[in-house]
């Protein structure tokens, strides 16, 4: 269509539709649809601090913002707001909601008024992964607007590729001499974590609908969970946070149970908040928003752990635009400088992500404003003596591995800038290393969980690294009296004694996987298991 003489594109918001996707025609104009328009941040207001501010000026250095400190700094111009809220009422469409540190007005109408409204063309398309309405080309704004508003979010909502990051133990396991179910407490005591509950934390732990299902868990599975680990835990008590309609389904999907479960008998004292969202870019981008930019009503988390993984970071045809990466980019910049430590696990299918052919990292891990959990195997405990290498069980039974590799979206951080971040297999340019660090995710060496009444099975993955480190920082986060916040630039200047380096044998040292050939377990950090497994006190020490 013929862009109207005062409107611009903007950048950034086109979207791909591979050969797969069959266009069905227009999208009725009657069809009530949301969408969420990210505006700039203020233009007086202070700098958001770089990444290198960060290595630069240490923790202990540091006064953490508050929500509202946030908010007057670095959210959008009222004013700004006030004309995005004017133009969307101008073309019929109604304010669902304003948030000036989101920086975003959520605006909901018919199709045929944000036709109108952006200038677009929305179809209905079908796809492998379901139906969804989208548009060709970019959305646009009026040129008044085309430099405040930065992104519009939601006229495209196919199913993003998500995938839990939680593997079950099943028959036949690789080693069932040297490796055995453990328990959470159990690992705390062998990466020797600090003592502590993590009190006055509260951990907020993502969870969504995939192409698997919905997300929940029932309070009778965590109870006889809680149980099979022992010790005399207190069963966590959930709250639970429902984003765009979506909420617990309570019925145990094995991921939600694994990140409460874990978090929570590592983290007896702290608040667990579960956000239930659903499978496209604006549930996600909402869910996001809620966890660093809570509702006052809200629970307000310092620690955020992630055990989900939306697809390649180089498959714009199949996740994001262009726009919606950066949004989400900059949501992790926000959670660093309100001092919220984000844990994301960084896959179980090593450096299989979607090609089949090539390596490749999962989205959100590669985001160099996270910490990247990979996953180890714990094998031979024998009280506090332990070995531990790369977790790869592809090699018997073809389930799992550690993912990692290096990103082909962002750069080098300048925090890996020296520890030998090696070329991207396919494009051989530099990229931001994954993961950071490792943990116990070997399904061998897992935690037990009950799934819907059945009797316990081990799961792992790297989706209970992210948990366990969680509870890890809300323990050190309560010791130290202030939040570690973002952890990279302090973790790569940490001295000897913070990390066990992780490679072989006896499993293979890499994260290869089917015919993808992945990145090899060298001694120092690599693109298995990063840094290596985390000593808890001596972490604890070096952020002090």
Not at 195 to 223: F, H, K, R, W
Not at 314 to 323: C, G, I, P, R, Y
Request: proline share 7%; with cysteine; glycine share 12%.
């Amino acid at each position: 269509m013929a862009l109207p003489q005062d409107y611009k594109p903007v950048t950034g918001t086109e979207h791909a539709h591979p050969v797969s996707h069959k266009d069905l025609g227009p999208t009725a104009g009657t069809q009530q649809l949301t969408a969420t328009l990210i505006l700039r941040r203020r233009q007086n207001g202070k700098k958001m601090p770089k990444m290198e501010e960060f290595s630069e000026k240490p923790r202990s250095a540091r006064t953490p913002l508050s929500r509202a400190q946030f908010a007057e700094l670095h959210g959008a111009d009222p004013a700004e707001m006030k004309e995005v809220e004017s133009f969307a009422k101008s073309h019929g469409l109604e304010v669902v909601e304003s948030h000036r540190a989101r920086r975003s007005v959520v605006v909901r109408g018919t199709a045929s008024a944000m036709n109108k409204a952006f200038a677009v063309e929305l179809h209905d398309y079908d796809s492998p992964r379901g139906k969804y309405h989208s548009h060709t080309g970019s959305a646009n704004m009026p040129g008044t607007l085309a430099n405040t508003v930065e992104a519009v979010i939601g006229l495209d909502n196919r199913r993003v590729p998500a995938q839990h990051h939680s593997t079950a133990r099943r028959q036949n396991p690789d080693d069932p001499s040297k490796t055995k179910p453990l328990t959470p407490q159990q690992v705390a005591q062998l990466y020797d974590f600090p003592s502590g509950n993590g009190a006055g934390q509260t951990i907020g732990i993502y969870e969504m609908e995939t192409q698997d299902g919905p997300a929940g868990y029932s309070v009778q599975d965590l109870t006889a969970t809680i149980q099979a680990f022992g010790g005399g835990l207190k069963v966590p008590q959930p709250i639970d946070v429902s984003i765009d309609g979506v909420t617990n389904s309570g019925q145990s999907d094995g991921e939600t149970g694994l990140d409460i479960t874990v978090s929570g008998a590592i983290a007896q004292g702290a608040k667990i908040a579960v956000y239930f969202t659903g499978g496209n870019s604006q549930n996600i981008l909402h869910a996001l928003q809620r966890m660093v930019h809570p509702d006052t009503a809200d629970p307000q988390p310092n620690i955020l752990s992630i055990s989900y993984g939306w697809g390649p970071d180089d498959a714009a045809e199949e996740s994001f635009s262009d726009q919606e990466y950066q949004q989400l980019d900059q949501l992790f910049q926000d959670a660093a400088s309100l001092s919220i430590t984000v844990l994301v696990s960084s896959g179980d299918s090593g450096a299989f992500v979607a090609s089949k052919t090539q390596a490749q990292t999962s989205y959100p891990a590669s985001d160099p404003w996270v910490t990247a959990c990979g996953g180890t195997t714990i094998g031979d405990v024998n009280g506090a003596s332990f070995t531990e290498y790369v977790w790869n069980d592809t090699g018997k039974a073809g389930r799992g591995a550690t993912g990692g590799g290096v990103s082909s979206r962002f750069p080098l951080p300048s925090y890996q800038a020296a520890v030998g971040v090696p070329k991207h297999t396919g494009s051989n340019a530099a990229g931001r290393g994954v993961p950071d660090v490792a943990g116990n995710a070997s399904e061998n060496s897992g935690y037990m969980q009950v799934i819907n009444g059945e009797p316990p099975q081990a799961v792992g993955g790297t989706s209970a690294v992210a948990p366990l480190y969680a509870g890890l920082i809300a323990r050190i986060n309560a010791n130290l009296g202030s939040p570690a916040g973002f952890l990279n630039p302090a973790i790569y200047a940490a001295k000897s004694g913070v990390f066990r380096s992780i490679s072989g044998p006896p499993g293979p040292a890499n994260n290869s996987f089917g015919k993808v050939t992945g990145y090899p377990a060298t001694a120092g950090w690599n693109a298995c298991t990063g840094l290596g497994s985390v000593n808890g006190v001596a972490l604890q020490n070096s952020l002090k």
